[in-house]
Each structure stands twice: as C-alpha cells, then as structure tokens.
C-alpha cells in the first residue's frame, strides 16, 4: 500500500480491530487506537517527504473500479492542495486519540468512533471520486453526532448534539444536491472528479445551469464550515463534546466544506463563482466581526474558543473569494494553521476542565502559578489566534488579505480590524482571566501536565504551527503551483477591474492537445 492509502486505512483497521476487542482489555484498545493514528501519522510525513514539487498533477494515485455502470470508483490522489491537509489532519488525530487518556466509560465505543471519523474524514481528502468524496465525509460526520450525546459536557449537551445534527444534516443534503446535479449535467456519466474536470473544460456548463448549482455547492459546504448566518451550531456543538472530539471536527471535519469548494464548485463553475464574489465577501466578514464580538461576550471558555474557530472560517472564506492565486493559497494554509490551533485549544481547555470541573472565566485565574506547563501552550495558542509572527497563522491570513485587496480592498480593511483588534480583545482578556490574577483557595490542589508522555499531544501541535510559521514555504511550495493551475483552468486570472461592479466573467480554457 501507498503511503497515501495507508493514511486513512490504517484508523479505520484499528476500529475494525477494536471492534473484535473485548471491552475489558483495555490497554490493548487504547493502543490499538495508538499505534494506528501514529502509523498514520508517520504515512502522512513520508507522503510529505516524498511529494514532488516538480511533478504537476495529482501524485500517489490508485485507481480500483467498483461500480462501473455508475461510473464509480474507488480513485485516491494527492496534489498540493490536499497534501497538507492530510498531514495537518494526521497530526490532529494522534494528539486527539493522546489526550482521550481521560475517558474512563465505554472506551471501546469511544475509540471505535474516533477512528471512524479520522479515518472518514482523512479518506475524504484524498478521494478523487465524488461518491466516495461525499461518503468518506458521512462517514467521519455520524460518531460526531454520538459521541456529543454520550461523552459530552454541561446540560445542553443533548440540545446541542439535536442543533449540530440538524445544521450538518441540511447542510450535507444540500450539498448531495449540487454534487448531483453537476454528476447528471456534466456530461462525463462518471462520478470521477478528474474525468468531470477534463469533460467540462472542453464543453462548460451553460452559464444557468452553473448559477443553479453553485449556490447549492456553496450554502450547502457553506453550513459544513459554519459560515455566517448559518453557524450557531459550532460554538455550542464544540462546547458541550469531549476534548477530542472537538478537536477532530473544528480542527479537521470542518475544513472539509471548504475543500469542496476549492476542489468542485471553484474549478468547474467559474462563471457563477464570480457573480457571487460581492455576496460570499459580505457573509464572510460576518463570520469575522460578528462572531467575533459574540467570543467577546462568553464567560466559558470552550464558547469563546468555539467563536473564535467560527471567526476565523472568515478568512477563509475571504480567501476563496479574492479567486486570486494568493489568496486561495493563504485559504489552504489558513485551514492547516487553524486545524492545528482548535486542536491545541480544544485539548488544552479539556485538561483544564478534567483538573477544575469548570470553565466559567469568572471561576478561574491565577492557574499560570499551578499550571507553568499548561499556561506558557495556553498563552501561545491565543498569540496564534491572534495572528502573531511566528506561528502559521500569521502567513495564511496575510496571504488572504494580499491576494482579496485588489478586488475587495474594503472588506480586507474591515477583516485586518477584526483579526488585529477583536481577535486580541477576547484572546488576550481569556488569558488574563484564566491564568493571571489571584488564585483562589479551592484551584490549590490542581495539577500541571505530569510526565513528558502527556505533553506530546500539546507539544506536537504548538512545534508544528511554530515549524510552519517560521518556514511558510514548507506549505507554500507545494499549494501554489495546484492553486495556480486551478486558477488557472477556470479564468480567474483574467484581467478585471478591481471597484468596477460590472466584473468580466471567466473565460473557458482553451485545451490545447
């Protein structure tokens, strides 16, 4: 097996594996839950060595038919855009099933589903075929539901576990609709995404038929990544689940919507892309200025940082419509850089509830004098939340608003405001409230993280938005040249005037044999 296969097998063999485990063995679950995501993990750093930045076009493919008078087919591929992904997804995943540690009821069920959805989710990225792009995301996207409902947090578990089942249901639904109808009208009578690319490069869709299913895609994926207004589910979701599980969904399953749109409504309907660039800007400083006044507002730390993720899909967002090479690559790096740091956020606050039983801001403080291990991680991830030099997420935002000023030089300004001023108001104060101050008498008996074993998860994450902030060009060398040729491939780099309302729509490639 390919390197790539193995990233995604490997966790849904251990949750095979775990299946035929009996309940009471264990240590032998927990490192059957172990040693695949680390297999997996190690497969990600190989495919990541072993990418060629020369080779355009997809790398590591497999190609096995499954259904063939439907056209379906088990076809995995890697390019620039999914390699860090996948990397960034592996890397999540192992410190999530690392700091699942605290789970003590029903650990079989627990680490079956976690590596369900790793194994969906990372089978999703590297899908090439649109049956199997959409099953792989259903198939990470169930355990969520459950594992919310049984092992979350606080009373409004269950109302919160009924919201984000419906938000992502609609959410999905509407999305098969588009996937649907671009597979019925596209001409290829194949669900294989590189066929559908080639079949209408040659002969686009009519330009009615591309506003019909672009909104479709975009709402739909839209929902998926919690865009504004339709993102109440996430703060609350990522609130009441356990540590790792929201550590999966805003750090990994959530970038799946917009991998779909990057993958599927970007490259094969450019015209309706453009004539919703003015209405995608406008919601995606929703996500940015209003969500981030409501992170302002909580006084639970969990809902602040599940704000502060909504928040940051704002970027995004802005990135996908500058339809510019800069800006969509600063979108790729935004997902890896925040799928990182909800990982890191989500764990670190998980810790800090098993050890307080509270994550009220008014019930804590002082805990840096307990916590110095906890307190420096903590303190750094909300630099990063910040856009602080120096971690990842600093590169990809700036990229964003470099690649959306010549179009959008509006809502760059109004973005920058919310990433420098809000971002740093609520980041800022959650550290003050949560660290510093004085300790009150009943936190005395809370301990540090113990052993350099249960550091690895929080270590391994900071190191790697460090690693890629200081070194951007380890996720800008292989994103741009794909990102340039799907840019490329649907006209967007067009000439077309930056404030004039009247926009050039993309011009068809001309295919060249």
Request: aromatic share 12%; glycine share 10%; hydrophobic share 55%.
């Amino acid at each position: 097996m390919s390197p790539l296969l193995n990233i995604f097998c490997l966790p849904l063999l251990g949750a095979l594996a775990i299946w035929w485990i009996p309940r009471n063995y264990r240590f032998v679950i927990r490192l059957v839950a172990l040693g695949s995501t680390l297999g997996s993990l190690i497969s990600a750093l190989v495919l990541f060595y072993r990418f060629n930045l020369e080779q355009t076009g997809y790398q590591f493919v497999t190609h096995i038919p499954w259904v063939a008078s439907l056209g379906i087919a088990l076809h995995f591929g890697v390019d620039g855009i999914n390699l860090p992904l996948m990397l960034m997804g592996a890397i999540v995943t192992f410190a999530a099933v690392c700091v699942s540690r605290i789970i003590k009821e029903r650990e079989k069920e627990y680490y079956l589903l976690l590596l369900l959805m790793s194994g969906g989710i990372l089978g999703a990225f590297a899908s090439l075929d649109l049956f199997f792009l959409y099953f792989f995301h259903e198939l990470a996207l169930v355990p969520t539901f459950i594992m919310i409902g049984v092992w979350g947090r606080g009373e409004r578990r269950n109302y919160a576990t009924f919201q984000i089942t419906l938000y992502l249901s609609l959410g999905a639904l509407i999305a098969l609709a588009g996937l649907v109808l671009l597979y019925l009208h596209s001409g290829a009578k194949t669900f294989d995404l590189t066929a559908i690319t080639r079949q209408l490069q040659e002969q686009p869709l009519p330009t009615n038929l591309q506003h019909l299913i672009f909104p479709l895609l975009l709402f739909g994926f839209g929902i998926l990544v919690s865009l504004w207004p339709f993102h109440s589910w996430a703060p609350l979701g990522y609130g009441s689940a356990p540590p790792a599980a929201a550590m999966m969904h805003a750090g990994v399953i959530k970038k799946f919507g917009l991998y779909g749109l990057i993958r599927v409504a970007l490259p094969l309907l450019p015209q309706a892309a453009w004539s919703w660039v003015d209405i995608l800007s406008v919601l995606c400083l929703g996500n940015i200025l209003f969500c981030g006044w409501v992170a302002m507002r909580q006084r639970d730390l969990n809902l602040l940082i599940g704000n502060s993720s909504v928040a940051h899909m704002g970027f995004c967002f802005l990135g996908l419509a500058s339809l510019s090479v800069a800006g969509i690559t600063g979108c790729v790096m935004v997902m890896v850089a925040h799928g990182l740091l909800a990982a890191l956020t989500f764990g670190l606050s998980g810790y800090l509830n098993q050890q307080t039983q509270t994550l009220e801001l008014k019930d804590l403080g002082g805990l840096w004098q307990k916590m110095p291990y906890v307190g420096a991680v903590l303190m750094m991830a909300m630099f990063a939340g910040c856009g602080l030099p120096g971690f990842a997420n600093f590169p990809g935002e700036l990229l964003v608003m470099f690649g959306a000023w010549k179009m959008l030089p509006m809502m760059v300004v109004l973005a920058a405001w919310g990433a420098l001023v809000i971002a740093a108001i609520y980041m800022l104060r959650a550290v003050r409230e949560v660290l510093h101050g004085t300790l009150p008498s009943k936190w005395t008996q809370v301990q540090d993280v113990q052993g350099w074993w249960p550091k690895v998860p929080f270590t391994l994450l900071l190191v790697a938005l460090l690693v890629f902030g200081f070194y951007p060009p380890l996720l800008t060398r292989p994103i741009e040249p794909a990102v340039t040729a799907l840019v490329r491939q649907a006209g967007y780099d067009v000439p077309s005037p930056a404030k004039s309302k009247q926009r050039t729509a993309p011009v068809a490639p001309v295919i060249r044999r």
